[in-house]
């Protein structure tokens, strides 16, 4: 009573169905728990009937003492559509691409895969400075690119080539920002394998883990405002997964209605971290119910089921304006990055194992042979082709110069302060005394 | 005898500023734009003004932001209601929740989706509701504020984004509701801060840091939010970034602070003319970074000695940039070695804060021992 006279209303019965009955037969779905909060908002306070009242939950008591047990003994099931040797196991999952569809996500892995071996040698050449492959993950990125239409705006960690190699980035763009060379769009600024591309609605990738999730948030939150038919899709791996800004992108994305797909890369490591040791729930697929997100995990090495998660998830995120979660599982077959040594944390059996027995690209090539798509022949002319374009964009990056110097000062604000062009100033005024000390026949003049 | 004065929100309450003695610091009127130099600056035509504070100020320029911008968007916690501070009153009434909405009380989130948001189009005003809770946010402002546009080459830029939260002392804030956090983010360009010490500046500078091309961080000091008061246009007008303010021309020495000791150093350099005829000039520095070299510059040039006073702590506080600075340009015009008043080297305390704070009585002690150093 006391609540009533407080809530200053009168309380009315409900017809028909008491309140307990109309919560009871009410499954809230995903989104039901923010519904359910605001429909509890509406009911009246009434102290006559003995149901939970709180803002914060909606739920019946109880009168057992009992904890939930978190359930990482059988955890989340992985989708998959193929086996291990490329064979659709049910055929009504299967996305029936056409063929040059299916060749172009086949290429798109293989130029990747040739364009890594490539780079990590000139890494290890001294000729770039760093680099990190894609080994054993192109099927997550080729398989969720392949499902989005091109206007789609990415947000990457840094192991997501193969989204751009897919949207037809060109390799002497890839090879220029890894030289840093005056073809780059990102002027040089920055390490190798941080791409950026507007004109290919890639954001430019930088080192800070995470970072990007709740951006991408915010930016398929102005998608939605903007009735744009668009979905952001935002990678990142199970280590970055741990960080605040996962959390926050989360926690966001459900509470502002976002058309988002979060995109974990399970992997497996973070750098020399394994996953016993990231997290101690069923992985990241069981957090997103938590925050109130659709979610699903997927063998990410198996190029159909990446891309028919993200196909149905694209589709209801854009109708529903709600998160997904699709947790891809797959194996970083190489080195975290050319600083890296794996083998000082893993066996080589533990690898071997992956590149032979679980590969996205032999299972889609297997694929590929029984469709009567692909064959011998046309995998060694492939092969030899994708090598040969590989290494003339690489012979062409070489030969560039680096940015002129003067570009270490552009951009930091859109125009240049005056105390920034004083610097500028200074330092070319010292490399007109002391130029021979610093490496300017490799830049721009 | 210091009283305390309550006003309330809803339920909340809290405190304003506090009246010692007779001299109360509780109003700081400035009667209208005319008295500073910055009057030359964009003024609404019709001249139709109102005796706004600081807060009002600033909702009367989110009004005009969101009026003649669609695309402007406020978010952060509690925005909704209208602010903890007033700040974002019937913002939502007449804009809607898909342009006015709270955020869950995350930082970092609040920043990060503000960024997303920001490069994708649209006008974005983001709400840190105490400076002191800044610092989860502090990776994706240095780390992507500052560097978005030149690690992308200027591929993407956040010149949309402007991050609006308080700052400075308040009476009675303590630790976490007073700190003045500008020298963590003066170290990291890309980005410009600023710091209005009126209602009208408050106004002019906010439209200017929306509508500037670079992403903006704004700081407003709570203890000003009731107890400026200035004529204020009704209309929008900006007022230029980048550029300090004489608000009092002299020859003796130069008086450089920023927000709420603007005001205390007003005072200060009134007693110095009346009881010890020095001759005072007054800069507000405006905007801390980029900052205004070349007006610092010339009034020590002129003046031959410099006093800086900030509320945040002395040890690499943004004065001793300025001080570098200065010295380095002007050590041959230097009469005496360029002093700071500032906050102890100290978290910023609680029932001590009459003690911990700059003020009028300690500026006017060492300007004397200043003009005797010689």
Known sequence: ?445 | MYIYIYLSTKSICYHVAHIEGNKHFLLYDSASASDSASASASASASGNKKRMNMFTAINSAMHNVFETDNKAILLGEDVAFGGVFRCSLDLRNKYGDKRVFNTPLCEQGIIGFAIGLAENGFTTIAEIQFGDYIFPAFDQIVNDVCKYRYRSGSSFDLGNLTIRSTWGAVGHGGLYHSQSPEAFFAHASGIKIIIPSDAYKAKGLLISAIKDKNPCLFFEPKALYRASISDVPVEAYELPLGKADIIKQGSDITLLTWGSLVHKIKTAADILSEKHGIDCEVIDLQTIIPWDVETVQQSVKKTGRLLISHEAQMTNGFGAEIAAKIQERCFFDLHAPIKRVCGYDTPFPHVYEPFYMPDEHKIVYEVQKMMDAE
Not at chain 1, 144 to 152: E, K, P, V, Y
Not at chain 1, 272 to 292: C, K, L, N
């Open chain 1, 1 to 445: 009573m006391a609540v009533a006279i407080a809530a200053g209303r009168v309380w009315r019965p409900n017809r028909g169905l008491s309140q307990a009955a109309v919560l009871l037969l009410w499954r809230p779905g995903a989104r039901g728990l923010a519904r359910s909060h605001r429909h509890r908002q509406q009911q009246q306070f009434s102290s006559l009937d003995d149901k939970p009242q709180f803002p914060g939950a909606s739920a019946e008591f109880i009168d057992k003492l009992e904890f939930i047990q978190p359930n990482v003994i059988s955890g989340i099931p992985i989708y998959r559509v193929m086996d291990r040797q490329g064979q659709i196991i049910n055929p009504s999952e299967d996305p029936h691409l056409p063929k040059e569809k299916v060749l172009k996500l086949y290429k798109s892995m293989t130029l990747l895969n040739t364009m890594d071996r490539i780079l990590y040698e000139s890494q290890r050449q001294g000729r770039i400075s760093f680099y990190m492959t894609n080994y054993g993950e192109e099927g997550t990125h080729v398989g969720s690119a392949a499902a989005l239409d091109n206007t789609d705006l990415v947000f990457g960690q840094y192991r997501e080539a193969g989204v751009l190699m897919y949207r037809d980035y060109p390799l002497e763009l890839f090879m220029a920002q890894c030289y840093g060379n005056i073809s780059d769009l990102g002027k040089g600024r920055q390490m190798p394998v941080h791409y950026g591309c507007k004109e290919r609605h890639f954001v430019t990738i930088s080192s800070p883990l995470a970072t990007q999730i709740p951006q991408a948030v915010g930016a398929a939150y102005a998608a939605k405002r903007a009735n744009a038919n668009r979905v952001v899709i935002c990678y990142f791996g199970e280590g970055a997964a741990s960080e605040g800004d996962a959390h926050a992108g989360f926690n966001f994305a459900a509470t502002l209605e976002c058309p988002i797909i979060f995109f974990c890369r399970n992997n497996g490591y973070a750098i020399s971290t394994p996953t016993s040791e990231q997290y101690r729930g069923d992985g990241i697929a069981a957090r997103g119910p938590g925050y109130g997100i659709m979610s699903i995990r997927v063998d990410g090495n198996d190029v159909f089921a990446v891309y028919n998660a993200t196909k149905e998830a694209r589709r209801r995120a854009v109708a529903e304006n709600q998160p997904f979660l699709i947790e891809a599982m797959t194996y970083r077959i190489g080195h975290h990055s050319t600083s890296d040594d794996s083998s000082a944390y893993r066996s080589v059996d533990e690898v071997n194992y992956w590149d032979k027995q679980d590969h996205p690209i032999s299972r889609l090539r297997h694929y590929l042979l029984s469709q009567g798509w692909w064959d011998e022949e046309q995998e060694k002319a492939w092969r030899k082709q994708s090598r040969k374009k590989v290494m003339e964009a690489f012979e062409q990056a070489e030969r560039k110069p680096k940015p002129n110097p003067n570009l270490l000062f552009s951009d930091v604000y859109q125009e240049m302060p005056a105390q920034l062009r004083k610097q500028q100033e200074s330092l070319a005024r010292h490399l007109q005394t002391y130029g021979e000390h610093y490496p300017l026949e490799h830049f721009d003049k």
